[in-house]
């Protein structure tokens, strides 16, 4: 059995995004520096998460990020003769390939997730917010317009036909100048490289965390928000020598392979409890009276210290009315 357990945070990304809390260049730069920085390392290790979206990405009062909610995640599948879910992520992060039936996919599925979080951050609001996978695939044809067929390759017959069926559509793109004024030529020239429909052309987390637009969002983590650097009695800031860290080893999932059936899957579970109950640990318990607690626990308004800008911290995690990732029937 594999754990994930984090500090409290206060906050998601989805409740900073929907208050009137401003967003400046700086914020969203840091934030975006992040969410990619945790990416580089999940990917590193084999893993795709399958459902990055701001609700999954927890932020508390000095904007430090955490990604979370891996209950969609896998480790990825080199086999492409083998076919993976299509059950995944929430439809309005939904990469073009899954939402076109694809029967595998990698890690660019992430890439496209970011690239919809990076337009939120910037305007405000859910960049493809449309009421099934067929008219999500309309919103971002109208943004990219429509793909060639070396694009859809990994599509099912079913989608491409129904996309070749449609008028073709030009690319739309400068409309992602009208996002924000903060969606400048860089800006842009990195969200185009994310929001591309062929997930083999998609930039990676690693090209994407070389981009110049992430080098004030890295400098600014790793100067006063950061773990892994330190500042000495002196006051000299000493950095580490890898800002963005990789898994030790990939993730080894051979023991979810031996499962074959419902009922071994119930019986490993049942023994796994079983050691568990006859070893002595300390139990995991919730300090109520601790601060991060208390602040986790009502609404206040707190100054996000790397900007000194307040930030309106509430306490409920909240999330966009959203629909199952359940896809469409091409075929």
């Not at 984090?6 to 975006?32: M, N, R, Y």
Request: aromatic letters at 8%; a neutral charge; proline letters at 6%.
């Amino acid at each position: 059995m594999r754990y994930v357990i984090t500090e409290l945070l206060q906050s998601d990304l989805h409740k900073i995004i929907v208050s009137h809390q401003p967003l400046s260049s700086d914020h969203i730069k840091v934030f975006l520096y992040q969410i990619l920085r945790g990416l580089k390392y999940i990917h590193s290790a084999r893993i795709l998460h399958r459902d990055i979206k701001p609700g999954n990405l927890l932020v508390n009062s000095n904007c430090v990020l955490k990604i979370c909610d891996f209950g969609l995640a896998r480790v990825e599948e080199p086999d492409t003769s083998k076919n993976m879910t299509q059950e995944v992520v929430t439809q309005y992060y939904r990469a073009p390939e899954i939402l076109m039936g694809a029967k595998h996919y990698t890690a660019a599925v992430d890439v496209w997730s970011v690239g919809c979080i990076f337009g939120e951050l910037l305007g405000r609001r859910i960049l493809f917010q449309a009421q099934n996978p067929v008219q999500q695939l309309e919103l971002i044809t109208e943004l990219l317009g429509t793909p060639t067929l070396e694009d859809m390759k990994y599509a099912c017959e079913g989608a491409k036909t129904h996309m070749l069926s449609r008028a073709p559509k030009p690319p739309s793109l400068s409309a992602l100048y009208t996002l924000s004024s903060q969606a400048t030529h860089e800006v842009v020239h990195l969200l185009c490289q994310m929001l591309v429909f062929d997930p083999d052309k998609r930039i990676s987390v690693v090209d994407a965390l070389a981009h110049p637009y992430l080098d004030e969002g890295r400098l600014r983590y790793h100067s006063c928000m950061c773990k892994c650097c330190y500042t000495t009695a002196t006051g000299m800031r000493q950095y580490t020598s890898e800002f963005e860290n990789t898994a030790p080893q990939p993730f080894d999932d051979h023991w979810e392979r031996k499962l074959t059936s419902v009922q071994q899957v119930k019986e490993e579970m049942h023994k796994f409890i079983a050691v568990q109950l006859n070893t002595s640990r300390v139990p995991l318990c919730i300090n109520p009276q601790s601060a991060a607690f208390k602040s986790f626990a009502r609404k206040e308004k707190v100054v996000c210290a790397p900007f000194k800008k307040t930030l309106e911290i509430l306490s409920t995690v909240a999330h966009p009315s959203e629909l199952p990732p359940s896809p469409h029937q091409w075929d």
